[in-house]
Structure formats: C-alpha cells, structure tokens
C-alpha cells in the first residue's frame, strides 16, 4: 500500500515517527515539479495569450493550493479537474477570447460596423514559478490587458507558498505596519526606484513628491495594495500603475532585504525563512 498524506497536526510532526506517516521534513522535500502550458488565439485584431507554469508532481497539498490559486487570479470559475492544466488553461483561454471579442463587437457596431479605428483587442498572462527554496515558492503574476485605449492595462503581483502545507502568506506575515521604521523603508525604496527611473537622484522630499500622485505625506507612505512577495533578494513591493504615480513611471517596486525586514515579520514568517 502507497504512503498516504495525513492532514492532521497531530500526525504531520517535523520528524519522521511512525511508520507510514509522513513528516513536514518529508512534504518540503518533495520535488516540486512544473510543465509549461499555453493557450494562444490570434485571428485579426484579437488576441489572447495564457502561459503557466503548472504544478504537475510534488507534495500534493503544496500543487492543490497552487492549482487553485492559479485559477482563482484566472476568474476562478473553473470546476473542471485541477490535475489537467491544459483543460484548465484552454477554459480561461476561451473565456478571455469570448469576452474579449464580445467588447470588440460592440466597438465595432458602434462605429457604423467600421473597425478601422481599432488598433488591436489583447489579453496576455504569465504565471510563473518566479523562486524556490528549501521551504518556499513563490509565483509571479504578470498581465496586460489592452482594448483599443489610450494604453494597455499591465499588472504584476506575487504570492508565496510555504512548501509543507501551501500556505500562502501574504500581507498577514508582516507586523508592526504602522512603524515609523517600515514607513521609512517605503520612503528609501520608493526614493531609489524613482531615482532609477527618472534619471537623476531624488534628495529631497519635494522631488519625490513630484513622482506621487497621491495627497500623502512622503514619509507615512502606504504599502502597495498587492501582497508582497519573497524572493531570493527579499521581500518585494509593488504598485500597480496609478496606484501611487503616473503611469509613465511604471509599476513601482523595491526590494527589502530579509535582514531589514525582520522586525516587520511574524515568527511564523521568519521560521519559514530560517530566520532565529
């Protein structure tokens, strides 16, 4: 008889123990194995574009909450079987491509049934398996979406997975929120991103505040809205496009090393980190 997965706490301990349990030591040892599966439809001035990378092997409780979380940030309406990415990704595909074209109907009859001014109609995903560790992985999100406006739609977000369960921790791993030392972090590493971006160093917070869109005073700035997410560099912030500047500055984003960002991590977060 195969080795089967126990889902009680009692039973899943952090050492190998009785004979036919299986110990969290054993789940985060698991390879972790993916496929890339695609969907593209192209066909005049529609286009749709979906890239995974899909779980297919490993510790089967870290590929179900993977599975699932990439088809809840695709529409979460799918209720075929998470064990087929290809039937998964083929359903989201043809969704996109519906609702798309449907959009450029109502365009085009809009226009006395002309599409000349249409440029293009385009839905691009990329789910990616962006960083792994001995006790995490991390999926990065990157999307545009673009219906004949004055620019397209891009988005890019992450989300991190604990490797023995499929947890996912988000903004709940972080503590303190509200410290004058994490609003200073913001500050520093919005600072650099604009001074990257924008071509020359920013020194004073009246030059930063010309890259804010928001009324808020530059040194309590707001985390992004996205979950930050953990790579090997540390944890990553990012804004989405006018979320907090124009969109010609991009998607703001920093990095805080892991060293910076301990006081600002709960123990579960930092022991997933092997952190003390």
């Known amino acids: 008889m195969g080795m089967m997965v126990v889902a009680s706490c009692d039973l899943i301990s952090k050492s190998s123990s009785d004979k036919g349990e299986i110990s969290i030591a054993d789940l985060e040892d698991m390879d972790f194995e993916?496929?890339?599966?695609?969907?593209?439809?192209?066909?005049?001035?529609?286009e749709v574009g979906v890239k995974i990378d899909y779980p297919?092997?490993?510790?089967?409780?870290?590929?179900?909450?993977?599975?699932?979380?990439?088809?809840?940030?695709?529409?979460?309406?799918?209720?075929?079987?998470?064990?087929?990415?290809?039937?998964?990704?083929?359903?989201?595909?043809?969704?996109?491509?519906?609702?798309?074209?449907?959009?450029?109907?109502?365009?085009?009859?809009a226009n006395d049934g002309s599409d000349e001014h249409i440029n293009s109609y385009y839905r691009h995903c990329d789910i990616?398996?962006?960083?792994?560790?001995?006790?995490?992985?991390?999926?990065?999100?990157?999307?545009?979406?673009?219906?004949?406006?004055?620019?397209?739609?891009?988005?890019?977000?992450?989300?991190?997975?604990?490797?023995?369960?499929?947890?996912?921790?988000?903004?709940?791993?972080?503590?303190?929120?509200?410290?004058?030392?994490?609003?200073?972090?913001i500050k520093k590493g919005l600072t650099k991103y604009f001074s990257s971006t924008g071509g020359e160093d920013i020194t004073t917070d009246e030059e930063l505040k010309e890259y804010i869109l928001t009324d808020d005073n530059v040194n309590y700035l707001p985390l992004p809205k996205s979950t930050p997410y953990i790579?090997?560099?540390?944890?990553?912030?990012?804004?989405?496009?006018?979320?907090?500047?124009?969109?010609?500055?991009?998607?703001?984003?920093?990095?805080?090393?892991?060293s910076k960002m301990k006081p600002f991590l709960t123990q579960t977060a930092l022991t997933m980190l092997g952190e003390d």
């Open 56 to 109: 297919t092997d490993g510790n089967p409780i870290l590929c179900n909450a993977v599975r699932e979380y990439i088809s809840e940030t695709l529409g979460g309406t799918y209720d075929g079987d998470l064990d087929d990415g290809q039937q998964l990704v083929d359903y989201y595909g043809d969704d996109y491509k519906e609702k798309l074209d449907e959009t450029y109907q109502e365009d085009v009859a």
């Open 34 to 46: 993916t496929e890339e599966v695609s969907y593209t439809f192209e066909k005049g001035k529609l």
């Open 128 to 185: 990616s398996k962006g960083y792994e560790s001995d006790h995490l992985i991390t999926y990065i999100i990157n999307e545009d979406i673009y219906m004949n406006g004055a620019h397209g739609a891009p988005s890019s977000y992450g989300m991190t997975f604990r490797k023995s369960d499929g947890r996912r921790f988000s903004t709940d791993m972080m503590r303190n929120l509200y410290s004058d030392d994490l609003y200073a972090l």
């Open 231 to 258: 790579t090997e560099d540390g944890v990553v912030f990012i804004y989405q496009p006018y979320e907090i500047s124009f969109f010609a500055a991009g998607m703001p984003t920093f990095t805080v090393p892991v």
